[in-house]
């Protein structure tokens, strides 16, 4: 009887991972960490240094010159109880939604605009976007004077309708409707050429069929070209928000000539003053250092709740 072959198998290849050729590590990259490092460099010493020098001085109190004193949480708990601090948050959230809807509204209004726009869109873009490069001071002194009590713009067109003349700079409401229009104007053409950058994303074929099945201009932007920009509105009003809440320029030069007593004082009866003006007046006209990164810790906290909030209701409506 004849035997099978034996068929002999090859030995098993062991395969080892080539050992690291040496000078391949981090340190062979040197030339590439040295060329991204002045960045870091940067923010640590003009970002993350001074942030958490901050959070520390807030615990102590401190003229800027002589020795720190460790107060704890005593600055926390005035900050909460300090009713000229909660005064100016409610005038910063108040100019905040005066400028930002309006706002808003106005952008996306000129984006469809300018997107339907067949000639000179490069003329249009660059003429909505000049007030946001404009310098903020020059803007705010020339909103002075159109919002001037006796000689302003505003209250001679009033004047024009039969109307009676405003004290703008002089009275709480129009100090904040004063701050707000110039916000509005500032961020308006920013914002709009956002949302063109938005809408030229949208396919055509979307409108197309839309228009297909008989929708109208209105029905295809609130069935089509909103719900496709809810992302890009999404990001408007958080990036406005935070902005919005960090006002300083706009109220400082407008109102720093209608208050004797400080230029941080937001006008009379503080009606003007946001919450980085507070936090400027306390840390340069009372030189308390360590109360007012306190401030500026309250106001960090303030910005990032409003954000969460408008990022909650914008989602929610978009899972609706």
């Given at each position: 009887?004849?035997?099978?072959?034996?068929?002999?198998?090859?030995?098993?290849?062991?395969?080892?991972?080539?050992?690291?050729?040496?000078?391949?590590?981090?340190?062979?990259?040197?030339?590439?960490?040295?060329?991204?490092?002045?960045?870091?460099?940067?923010?640590?010493?003009?970002?993350?240094?001074?942030?958490?020098?901050?959070?520390?001085?807030?615990?102590?109190?401190?003229?800027?010159?002589?020795?720190?004193?460790?107060?704890?949480?005593?600055?926390?708990?005035?900050?909460?109880?300090?009713?000229?601090?909660?005064?100016?948050?409610?005038?910063?959230?108040?100019?905040?939604?005066?400028?930002?809807?309006?706002?808003?509204?106005?952008?996306?209004?000129?984006?469809?605009?300018?997107?339907?726009?067949?000639?000179?869109k490069n003329v249009y873009r660059f003429a909505y976007f000049l007030p946001n490069v404009t310098s903020i001071v020059a803007v705010a002194i020339i909103f002075g004077s159109v919002f001037s009590t006796n000689f302003g713009l505003v209250n001679a067109l009033l004047q024009a309708v039969g109307l009676d003349q405003v004290a703008w700079l002089n009275s709480p409401w129009g100090i904040k409707v004063a701050i707000a229009t110039l916000m509005t104007w500032q961020w308006t053409g920013y914002n709009a050429i956002i949302f063109l950058a938005g809408l030229q994303t949208i396919p055509s074929e979307l409108y197309e069929a839309a228009r297909m099945d008989g929708a109208g201009p209105v029905q295809t932007f609130f069935r089509v070209t909103l719900p496709l920009m809810r992302p890009v509105l999404l990001f408007v009003l958080v990036i406005s928000t935070v902005t919005g809440l960090q006002s300083f320029s706009e109220p400082q030069v407008l109102l720093q000539t209608t208050d004797n007593n400080s230029s941080f004082a937001g006008g009379p009866g503080h009606a003007g003053q946001t919450m980085v003006l507070y936090f400027f007046q306390q840390t340069f006209d009372n030189n308390d250092f360590g109360y007012g990164a306190a401030v500026a810790w309250g106001i960090f906290l303030v910005v990032v709740l409003f954000s969460i909030i408008?990022?909650?209701?914008?989602?929610?409506r978009g899972e609706e």
């Open positions: 009887m004849a035997t099978a072959p034996v068929i002999e198998t090859p030995p098993a290849t062991v395969t080892t991972t080539p050992a690291r050729p040496p000078g391949k590590g981090v340190l062979s990259h040197w030339r590439l960490y040295a060329a991204i490092s002045p960045f870091y460099l940067l923010f640590l010493a003009f970002g993350l240094i001074p942030v958490g020098f901050s959070l520390y001085l807030s615990f102590h109190r401190w003229d800027g010159l002589g020795s720190m004193e460790f107060a704890g949480l005593s600055q926390y708990r005035y900050l909460l109880s300090d009713s000229q601090f909660w005064g100016s948050i409610g005038n910063t959230v108040v100019i905040w939604a005066l400028a930002t809807f309006p706002m808003i509204f106005l952008a996306m209004v000129t984006a469809v605009l300018l997107n339907s726009a067949v000639r000179f408008n990022w909650r209701l914008v989602q929610r």
